[in-house]
T-cell receptor, first 109, second 115 residues
Framework: AQRVTQPEKLLSVFKGAPVELKCNYS??????LFWYVQYSRQRLQLLLR??SRESIKGFTADLNKGETSFHLKKPFAQEEDSAMYYC???????????FGAGTILRVKS | DAGVIQSPRHEVTEMGQEVTLRCKPI?????LFWYRQTMMRGLELLIY????????DSGMPEDRFSAKMPNASFSTLKIQPSEPRDSAVYFC?????????????FGSGTQLSVL
C-alpha cells in the first residue's frame, strides 16, 4: 500500500530563515511525487512535481529514492509562504493521488 | 472555466440527517475524486471515478457513505445517516488523464458540521 508521511503538523520559522518541510513515502515501485499548497481562503493547488525538476516560488524538492523522501526546501522564507502544504504520491499505475496529513507553515516577521 | 464547483460551501446538520454534497468537475476532465480533510488525518481519498465509473472506493469509511456520478458533469457524495465524526471539509477534484496525469484541480470544498 502507498503511504505518505509528513511528520510535522506545524512548522514555525522567522522570515528569512531556511525552510524544510519533510515528506517520506512508502511504495514498492517508482512513484511520482508532488507538493500541493493551500493558502488562506484559496483552493488547494499544485506547487511542484518532482519530474519537472523546477523551482516554484523559490521552493525546490528532490526525490531521494534511497531515503524514500521528497522534502520541500526554500533557502529564505517569506511571510507569504505561510500556508498548508501537502505532499502527495501517485503510483506508477493509476491516476489517484495519496496525500500526507499536511504541514502548516507559519512564517513570522 | 470557473473550475471545479462544489455546493454547498457550508452545511450544518443534525446527527441522523441525510447530507448530500455536490460537485461539477471541469468540462473535459475524465477523472473525479472525493477527498475528506481533517486535522488529524489530513487529506483522505474517499472514492474516485473515471469516465463516470467508480474505480476505487476503498477509502469510503462505511456504508453510510455513497457516491454517484450519473454523468460527466455532476457527482454527489451522500452521507446517511450523518454522525458528528463526519464533520470535516470535503473536497472534490478533477483531472484529465488523456495525455498522462498532470495535476488535480480542486474545488473550494464543503465545510460539513454535524451537531
Amino acid at each position: 500500500a502507498q503511504r505518505v508521511t509528513q511528520p510535522e503538523k506545524l512548522l514555525s520559522v522567522f522570515k528569512g530563515a531556511p525552510v524544510e518541510l519533510k515528506c517520506n513515502y512508502s511504495y514498492s515501485g517508482s512513484p511520482e511525487l508532488f507538493w500541493y499548497v493551500q493558502y488562506s481562503r484559496q483552493r488547494l493547488q499544485l506547487l511542484l512535481r518532482h519530474i519537472s525538476r523546477e523551482s516554484i516560488k523559490g521552493f525546490t524538492a528532490d526525490l531521494n529514492k534511497g531515503e524514500t523522501s521528497f522534502h520541500l526546501k526554500k533557502p529564505f522564507a517569506q511571510e507569504e509562504d505561510s500556508a498548508m502544504y501537502y505532499c502527495a504520491l501517485r503510483p506508477l499505475s493509476g491516476n489517484k493521488l495519496v496525500f500526507g496529513a499536511g504541514t502548516i507553515l507559519r512564517v513570522k516577521s | 472555466d470557473a473550475g471545479v464547483i462544489q455546493s454547498p460551501r457550508h452545511e450544518v446538520t443534525e446527527m441522523g440527517q441525510e447530507v448530500t454534497l455536490r460537485c461539477k468537475p471541469i468540462s473535459g476532465h475524465d477523472y473525479l475524486f472525493w477527498y475528506r480533510q481533517t486535522m488529524m488525518r489530513g487529506l483522505e481519498l474517499l472514492i474516485y471515478f473515471n469516465n463516470n465509473v467508480p474505480i476505487d472506493d476503498s477509502g469510503m469509511p462505511e456504508d453510510r457513505f455513497s457516491a454517484k456520478m450519473p454523468n460527466a458533469s455532476f457527482s454527489t457524495l451522500k452521507i446517511q445517516p450523518s454522525e458528528p465524526r463526519d464533520s470535516a471539509v470535503y473536497f472534490c477534484a478533477s483531472s484529465f488523464g488523456g495525455a498522462g496525469f498532470e495535476k488535480l484541480f480542486f474545488g473550494s470544498g464543503t465545510q460539513l458540521s454535524v451537531l
